[in-house]
């Protein structure tokens, strides 16, 4: 009977260590089975090549419309007074030495209708729209690159989700293993491409909506400097 009593203190005092050693056991387990952002991305398969190679053409063209688009849109408050002055004053030389100097879509724009001085008013807007037009189309170009990347990235997406898909209903046809555990494993993963797909390209669409949005402002500009330097035009000389 002592023998018993002794057994069961030493069951009694060893549970709760196995207990904690299991426990631990399973944290650990749970643990090696939280993934890293880097790991999920590798296990999207080989479509997340070109969609990597997609986000980085996406990043660059962003970047350099961007720099372009803003130094076009940046102009001196006293250009266009100083324009003003010196056609006033007869001083046409000084207005188109002004205008040749400063780098700026509207400068150039302004400096061809200087040439144009002393033609009609509707040549004078003529030659001023159509330096405009070739003005925006500078802006403007490599701009379709972000639209393309909004539209193929996601669809790239979709390919490696239903391609995974394939896989993994092939793999159960093959082995007959239809646990939940192996079925959503396959769908997980290769949900990766299509999350992937579709945040590049929410995000070169924004990049794209944002980019046109500063042009939009730049040709307002362009048009405010072209109505005023006709309405200098039309006014008498000092």
Known sequence: M???LVTLLQDSLL???ADTVAAGTDAAAVAAKHLSLLDLLAKGGILMIPLGILSVIAVFSFVERYLTI???GKLEDNFMPMIRDHISNGNITAARSLSKNTNSPIA???DKGIQRIGKPIES???SMENVGKLEIYKMEKNLVILSIIAGIAPMFGFLGTIAGMIQTFFNISITSDITLGTIAE???VKMVTSASGLIIGLVAYIG???LNAQIDKTINKMEAASAEFIDILQEPTR
């Open 2 to 4: 002592l023998l018993g």
């Open 15 to 17: 549970s709760p260590k």
């Open 70 to 72: 803003s130094r076009a």
């Open 108 to 110: 150039r724009m302004i």
């Open 124 to 126: 004078i807007e003529k």
């Open 186 to 188: 396959g769908i997980y």
């Open 208 to 210: 794209y909506s944002f």
